[in-house]
């Protein structure tokens, strides 16, 4: 796996996207093998490879999704140091890639990506923060200007969905299913988020009142669930009229790395949340498993670098390593690893456990887990402090 020349190369893409991070500060495996994770990376890389399209697009429940899921594993491959410039076979995917998402009727009119595979707001979300993460990225100024011109569109779509007529008082400041939604959850809100703070780390207007609209939606989305002596205990429900549940996992990880991109670092709910996390992990059952992990890794990787920087380095780091080795302990072994390349079509791949999330496929499960593991190299800009 090429790593070594990635933050050079990100370091040019543009003066708004300072990588702010470092290898040094990424938690090492706890069990003296450095290379475990990077073996397991390389085969999952290395199976979105083997299924992409002749068209460029890289999603195995083709054509349904397959400009989010294409997307989706183009940050994936992005995360783990690879780059559409770079010569070599991961590269030469990641264009071809990039052709399909930037192709004609991906994205209509409006500037809606959703519609043309299905994938609705989720997709949108999904396809906007790549394309915010990939400014500057593309292999030619013909590439680079497609890639501002579709983000643009989209960008506009979130803010207009953001800010439709009638939306309920509950759910103001977030998004849903579509564009014309007028209630929300947190589930897609998140996407849409990353995608106008990543927008806007890369330079274009994003006005300040959309991301405090969003921040405010994330309040109503959080309650406080008990006391641990000193601790409070918190997290996030997938409505801002409901509940949060101590049975699921993932809302508190959303809400974690949510307020955590929009700069919230010492919010109360997030120490909340990162408290009830820390007392209630991700277990190998629990539904919307790689959904959730993925945001579990990025959330409690930016609070315990907060902890670092505040001057606690070795708690940060033990938290750190803490959070690495249970996603790490839960995907590795999971991984499709039957016979060899040559007799499974599936080696190096994940599939969800829980049938509510498998149906999603094996590019989204394949994909967020290796999103979960790239908090050993965290390159890309979004999820940098």
């Known amino acids: 796996m090429k790593r070594a020349g990635f933050l050079t190369a990100a370091l040019l893409v543009v003066v708004s996207m300072v990588l702010v991070g470092s290898l040094t500060a990424t938690p090492p495996d706890q069990d003296g093998k450095p290379d475990e994770v990077d073996d397991t990376v390389d085969r999952a890389v290395a199976y979105l490879l083997r299924i992409q399209h002749r068209d460029g697009a890289i999603a195995d429940n083709y054509p349904r999704n397959a400009t989010a899921m294409t997307s989706l594993s183009l940050l994936a491959m992005a995360g783990v140091g690879h780059l559409?410039?770079?010569?070599?076979?991961?590269?030469?995917?990641?264009?071809?890639?990039?052709?399909?998402?930037?192709?004609?009727?991906?994205?209509?009119?409006?500037?809606?990506?959703?519609?043309?595979?299905?994938?609705?707001?989720?997709?949108?979300?999904?396809?906007?923060?790549?394309?915010?993460?990939?400014?500057?990225?593309g292999v030619d100024a013909r590439q680079d200007e497609l890639i501002r011109q579709r983000l643009e569109k989209a960008i506009d779509l979130i803010l207009r969905a953001q800010n439709v007529r009638g939306k309920q008082p509950a759910h103001r400041g977030g998004w849903r299913y579509t564009p014309e939604s007028t209630d929300s959850d947190l589930s897609v809100s998140v996407w849409q988020l990353m995608s106008l703070r990543s927008a806007k780390n890369a330079g274009l207007d994003v006005p300040d009142k959309a991301i405090e609209d969003a921040i405010a939606y994330l309040r109503r989305s959080y309650g406080t669930m008990a006391r641990r002596g000193d601790e409070a205990l918190g997290g996030f429900s997938y409505q801002p009229t409901r509940n949060p549940s101590q049975n699921l996992f993932s809302p508190h990880a959303m809400g974690l790395l949510s307020m955590q991109v929009v700069g919230q670092y010492e919010a109360p709910e997030v120490q909340a949340t990162a408290n009830f996390l820390r007392r209630s992990p991700p277990e190998s059952r629990s539904a919307w498993l790689f959904y959730g992990l993925y945001y579990y890794a990025q959330g409690m990787y930016q609070y315990a670098e907060g902890i670092?920087?505040?001057?606690?380095?070795?708690?940060?780091?033990?938290?750190?390593?803490?959070?690495?080795?249970?996603?790490?302990?839960?995907?590795?072994?999971?991984?499709?690893?039957?016979?060899?390349?040559?007799?499974?079509?599936?080696?190096?791949?994940?599939?969800?456990?829980?049938?509510?999330?498998r149906s999603a496929g094996r590019v989204y499960s394949t994909s967020l887990a290796i999103l979960s593991l790239s908090v050993k190299y965290h390159y890309l800009p979004i999820y940098q402090r």
Not at 87 to 104: H, K, S
Not at 107 to 135: C, K, N, V, W
Not at 325 to 347: A, F
């Open 84 to 137: 559409p410039s770079d010569p070599t076979p991961e590269g030469r995917a990641m264009r071809r890639a990039l052709d399909f998402v930037l192709g004609e009727g991906r994205q209509d009119p409006a500037g809606y990506f959703g519609q043309a595979d299905g994938s609705r707001m989720y997709g949108h979300g999904i396809t906007t923060l790549m394309l915010a993460e990939f400014m500057g990225m």
């Open 308 to 357: 670092r920087q505040a001057g606690d380095r070795a708690q940060g780091d033990a938290l750190a390593a803490e959070s690495f080795r249970i996603v790490r302990d839960l995907l590795l072994p999971m991984q499709d690893l039957r016979g060899t390349v040559q007799t499974n079509s599936d080696y190096g791949s994940w599939e969800s456990p829980v049938g509510s999330e």
